[in-house]
């Protein structure tokens, strides 16, 4: 599971990014601004309660919020969640800590989007014109702020002093595309380095992310014979990351391996990758194997002191090639040295 939470002040963003990587990680976002409002379309009496609380830019109490998240973190969220507004206060954050112990889950990642007040209210404002959302206007933004300020912040305050690893702040000043690069930063760093309890194994075997976003699949890797071959390429294409295979080889083992040609790394299940690696294993002398014995072999005909041994011991071209036009395949390319004169046929 991959559990993230976003933190930040009422319209500093901290939805439309969870948005997009909820989007980027095949995620549920559990927003309680979306989930309220769509609990004020039920018409009920609590929907009506919760209406007024949010149209006087108050907090919905923490019984109601506690008993919707829990639902949903326990009943839809298996593979992982993205939560935006939630924990607001001490109470939620101690509750939602007890539930994730309880339930043998833990916090992954946590965004906190810092942004300047001023911007924040021209933001507020034009979200009001653009969504036309009652509870976005001056008065009911300075509520917010303020209750933000006592309540929230410090909630925030608390998350960065016990979880100051994965607690990261974010400068919100920034364009929205901005953020977002930032932040795919953070998570490609921590993916890469392997920080996190493997962010790249549970996208590979999570059967809801078989398509992880593009910026993740360059990164993604499905071990076969020691080696990390990229799960973004075709089978046939990916297994020539393998010394010691080529397309013509890969191509045969996909054949006997029963694999589509079309297929990608990151399609195939483990029954599949079990058999590529049997086979490779049975019927093949890749990576440290095959250098090992060409290695011994080159020493082989060097002790021997026939004609390849002295091509290899030289590093000249063996097989035939002409040392004139083609030598370079050995000695690598030619570096220039200063001062020296290009000779010129007369």
């Known amino acids: 599971m991959l559990n993230i939470i976003f933190f930040g002040p009422p319209g500093a963003g901290k939805g439309t990014q969870a948005k997009t990587i909820s989007s980027l990680l095949n995620l549920?976002?559990?927003?309680?601004?979306?989930?309220?409002?769509?609990?004020?379309?039920?018409?009920?009496?609590?929907a009506i309660k919760v209406k007024e609380i949010i149209a006087n830019g108050k907090l919905v109490s923490d019984e109601i919020l506690n008993e919707i998240v829990s639902q949903k973190i326990l009943k839809e969220c298996k593979n992982g969640f993205i939560l935006d507004g939630y924990p607001r206060t001490t109470n939620?954050?101690?509750?939602?800590?007890?539930?994730?112990e309880e339930n043998n889950l833990k916090l992954n990642f946590i965004f906190n989007i810092n942004i300047k007040i001023d911007l924040l209210k021209n933001r507020i404002l034009k979200r009001s014109l653009e969504e036309g959302r009652e509870d976005d206007n001056l008065?009911?933004?300075?509520?917010?702020?303020?209750?933000?300020?006592?309540?929230?912040?410090?909630v925030s305050d608390m998350y960065n002093r016990d979880?100051?690893?994965?607690?990261?702040?974010?400068?919100?000043?920034?364009?929205?595309?901005?953020?977002?690069f930032k932040i795919r930063q953070i998570l490609e760093k921590w993916c890469i380095s392997g920080k996190i309890a493997n962010i790249f194994t549970w996208l590979q075997y999570n059967k809801s992310c078989i398509q992880p976003h593009p910026f993740l699949r360059d990164f993604i890797m499905a071990r076969i014979s020691g080696v990390n071959i990229p799960t973004n390429k075709r089978v046939h294409i990916a297994l020539t990351y393998i010394y010691g295979i080529g397309v013509k080889t890969a191509t045969d083992i996909c054949s006997k391996a029963s694999i589509d040609l079309s297929k990608r790394v990151s399609e195939l299940n483990?029954?599949?990758?079990?058999?590529?690696?049997?086979?490779?294993?049975?019927?093949?002398?890749?990576e440290g194997d095959l250098r090992r014995k060409i290695s011994v072999d080159i020493k082989r005909l060097n002790d021997l002191g026939c004609y390849r041994g002295l091509r290899h011991r030289k590093k000249l071209p063996v097989r035939g090639q002409r040392t004139h036009t083609n030598?370079?395949?050995?000695?690598?390319?030619?570096?220039?040295?200063?001062?020296?004169?290009?000779?010129?046929?007369?």
Not at 139 to 154: L, Q, V
Not at 270 to 286: G, M
């Open 28 to 46: 549920p976002h559990l927003s309680t601004g979306d989930i309220l409002r769509s609990k004020i379309k039920e018409g009920d009496d609590l």
């Open 92 to 100: 939620q954050a101690n509750y939602l800590n007890e539930l994730l």
């Open 139 to 154: 008065e009911i933004f300075n509520t917010r702020f303020t209750e933000y300020s006592n309540t929230t912040e410090k």
């Open 163 to 180: 979880f100051e690893k994965i607690f990261f702040n974010i400068d919100g000043d920034d364009e929205i595309e901005q953020i977002t």
């Open 270 to 286: 483990d029954d599949e990758l079990n058999k590529i690696r049997d086979h490779i294993d049975n019927s093949y002398s890749v």
């Open 327 to 346: 030598a370079r395949t050995r000695k690598g390319k030619a570096v220039a040295i200063a001062g020296k004169k290009k000779v010129t046929k007369g």
